[in-house]
């Protein structure tokens, strides 16, 4: 990181002697208990440095049963939106995904030594030496020194494009400009190595290689990386001694605690795959994610088992989810450490139903880890098997499983890595303010911070006290969010009787929705970091664009390609390439690409032209290779024979200074087909009458884009990262 922020001095230990009334915090059963029934997504409500340790979603994906509307579910990162499923454009063929050669060696299962520990025991692991009972192989190449030997192979590319990229022949008949490499900085290479290994690599390096570094931070309780392995092994062993074998589905339905990162790596050292669940999901959500995805196991919260019981059924000869055998129950609890875990079970003894017996399938996390289990857990899979199916959802239509492999997480991962280059491995902190759950979180946060031994603070949701307190107490340098974090956390700020210390922030990546100038600008002046927009989506794994962190960028663009990462704007319908500057759909093409849809052939080819990925999102790119985006290609108002983008009208109104929120729709009018209204939400002591908006948006805008109708709100829906659940605005 910048040597100025070096400088910045950090504990050696978290302090352990937080005050006893900091156990509101542990008062999360509002964190996850949205009303059983109906409930909507809850909205954003903005929310601690240790040793720095490493490099880099919110998130819901919108859902949806059975044609049935609901909810956002997890938002990619970005201007992120789930891609909706386009009509396929001329001879379009689903993208095959690509597949290891066959006398391709898997890379090697490794993992450090055992070391003897118990659950009592945990806060003394950082004390033990690790075993050298089994041999721990290299993973080809570290991360770090990845990036500096293609960094030798492609720096002379950075300047300009090769002749042979020049005069690249696309199997897909899109030969297009690729400028972007250009405005790359010269850390950055255009093209990376990604080696063939499985995604839960990173931890067993991690546990090898830095096995007394911090990998967790939870309210107090620390886990250093050799103690997140052993447990995710020693549960991964357990998974596999009850029966699941690879490829089986196990939902994790968990907030950001230190179970969800020892379950997330548990699952995959079992060889079986991820589906990460919204702890916030009501029955019909739930129900349909996990008939869906046929899961074996769900391991989940003891606060949301009455509402698994009601999805699951009570008896084992009349469950619904007969395939559903395991469900594992962990607590807040379990992720704290004395005396803070007793006071959180006394404050919430009422708040906690009863487990149900574990003759019908129900488990303690716990009791997994009092057992001595010698079950041996199965070789790694590697590169193109599937690893997680992370739900996301169009604009209409019912939720898609997006089908992510490991060379899809390895590969996104390393990417964001590359882009991060002045980051110190070893030494970063990360705020996860973001849900694990959400792909956005899943790859900036969870892996990467592992793939670069980092340190993780985990809130369990954003609240902007919390996330302040965190800033100034525990000084993560690495701050991955969505605008109206940022947001909150300026007003916050300005509110504070006294000056803040948010100094030791040095990376931002907004993602989710535009990010404003005024907000980018305010942020870098009050932390001295780097905020910048970036874009992607759950079926990219998700990251595609941002802007350069420290090199040139374009405000109110989504920035460069990734390397690896091919981008075009291309006509919707004819599937014809479009010159720069013109506006058409983004698609995409890289390693960090899905591998489908989770038994959804027919919307896997819908969503393919040619072998690009269509994004449903309408956008441009300039001369340089900034690509813009416009909006959604469903979210475009057709009034009077105009196209109308609403992202447009969005931004003019986020620049008037008493406007803190807007979103504007398209509603159905009987003379234009349909107008312009906005649903505003003013900052605390402003204000503004129709007539003065009408006046000041005529000033920027044309005539036919000037909203009709405004609505004035106290808030507006949102989901848990932030962004603004138009959807819902529309059914009211």
């Known amino acids: 990181m910048n040597e100025e922020k070096d400088q910045v001095q950090h504990d050696s230990s978290i302090n352990s002697e937080e005050s006893v009334s900091d156990q509101a915090t542990l008062e999360e059963a509002d964190v996850v208990q949205p009303t059983e029934e109906g409930a909507s997504e809850a909205e954003v409500e903005p929310t601690e440095k240790e040793e720095p340790v490493c490099d880099e979603e919110p998130v819901e994906e919108e859902e949806r049963a059975d044609g049935e509307e609901s909810d956002e579910e997890e938002e990619p990162v970005g201007d992120e939106e789930s891609a909706e499923e386009e009509e396929p454009v001329g001879d379009e063929e689903p993208a095959e995904e690509e597949k290891p050669a066959d006398d391709e060696e898997p890379a090697d299962d490794n993992e450090p030594g055992d070391v003897e520990e118990s659950v009592e025991d945990e806060g003394n692991a950082e004390e033990e030496e690790s075993a050298d009972d089994e041999e721990p192989a290299d993973v080809e190449e570290s991360v770090e020194d990845e990036g500096n030997a293609e960094e030798e192979q492609f720096a002379s590319d950075n300047e300009a494009l090769t002749e042979e990229e020049e005069n690249m022949e696309e199997e897909d008949g899109l030969n297009h400009p690729r400028p972007w490499f250009a405005h790359y900085d010269k850390e950055i290479a255009p093209s990376l190595h990604y080696p063939n290994i499985n995604i839960a690599q990173f931890l067993i390096d991690a546990a090898e290689n830095y096995p007394k570094h911090k990998a967790v931070e939870f309210m107090g309780n620390i886990l250093t990386y050799e103690q997140i392995y052993l447990k995710a092994n020693h549960l991964a062993k357990y998974l596999c001694s009850i029966g699941i074998k690879k490829g089986d589905r196990v939902a994790i339905m968990l907030p950001n605690t230190p179970q969800a990162v020892i379950a997330y790596y548990g699952v995959l050292l079992a060889g079986a795959v991820v589906v990460q669940t919204n702890p916030l999901y009501v029955e019909r959500e739930l129900k349909y994610q996990l008939k869906d995805s046929g899961a074996v196991a769900l391991i989940t919260l003891d606060l949301l088992i009455n509402r698994v019981i009601r999805v699951r059924g009570e008896r084992l000869e009349r469950k619904t989810l007969s395939f559903l055998k395991t469900v594992i129950v962990t ?24 487990i149900p017996d574990p003759d019908l399938g129900y488990v303690l996390w716990g009791n997994i880890f009092k057992r001595d289990i010698t079950y041996e857990r199965p070789q790694l899979d590697t590169g193109h098997t599937l690893a997680a199916i992370q739900y996301t959802g169009g604009t209409t239509g019912t939720p898609k499983g997006v089908m992510l492999s490991h060379h899809n997480l390895v590969a996104n991962t390393l990417q964001t890595g590359a882009w991060c280059y002045k980051a110190k491995k070893g030494n970063e902190i990360f705020l996860a303010a973001l849900p694990l759950f959400h792909v956005f979180g899943l790859t900036v946060l969870m892996n990467y911070s592992v793939s670069q031994a980092g340190l993780l603070i985990l809130l369990p949701k954003f609240e902007v006290e919390k996330v302040l307190k965190a800033i100034e107490k525990k000084r993560p340098t690495i701050f991955p969010g969505a605008p109206t974090m940022y947001i909150a956390v300026l007003q916050a700020a300005a509110k504070s009787k006294r000056a803040l210390d948010l100094s030791s922030v040095d990376i931002c990546i907004s993602g989710s929705a535009a990010l404003p100038l005024e907000v980018q600008e305010k942020f870098e002046q009050y932390t001295g ?64 690409v899905m591998m489908g849809y989770w038994n959804k052939p027919e919307a896997t080819a819908q969503s393919f032209i040619n072998g690009w990925f269509r994004t449903g999102d309408l956008g441009k790119m300039d ?36 406007i803190k929120e807007a979103a504007v729709l398209g509603v159905k009018d009987y003379y234009r087909g349909e107008t312009v209204k906005a649903f505003i939400v003013f900052k605390e002591g402003e204000a503004a009458t129709e007539e ?19 609505e004035f709100r106290d808030t507006l829906p949102k989901t848990m990262v932030g ?10």
């Open 692 to 710: 003065e908006l009408d006046k000041y948006c005529r000033s920027k805008l044309a005539a036919f884009k000037v909203p009709q109708y405004y």
């Open 723 to 732: 962004k603004i659940l138009k959807r819902q605005l529309k059914e009211e």
């Open 331 to 354: 607590s807040i609890a379990d992720g704290l450490k004395f005396p803070k875990n007793k006071l959180y079970r006394l404050s919430q003894r009422k708040n906690i139903p009863p």
């Open 529 to 592: 970091g780097r905020l910048v927009e970036g874009y992607g989506l759950s079926e990219t794994s998700p990251v595609t664009h941002a802007n350069p962190i420290w090199g040139t960028r374009k405000i109110g663009t989504i920035g460069l390609p990734f390397p690896d990462t091919e981008a075009a704007i291309i006509d919707p319908v004819t599937g014809k390439l479009l010159p720069p500057n013109e506006i058409g759909e983004l698609v995409i093409k890289g390693p960090q």
């Open 623 to 658: 001369e340089d290779g900034f690509f813009s985006i416009v909006d959604r290609i469903k979210d475009i108002i057709i009034a009077s024979g105009f196209n109308i983008y609403p992202r447009e009208i969005e931004e003019v109104l986020y620049e008037h200074p008493a």
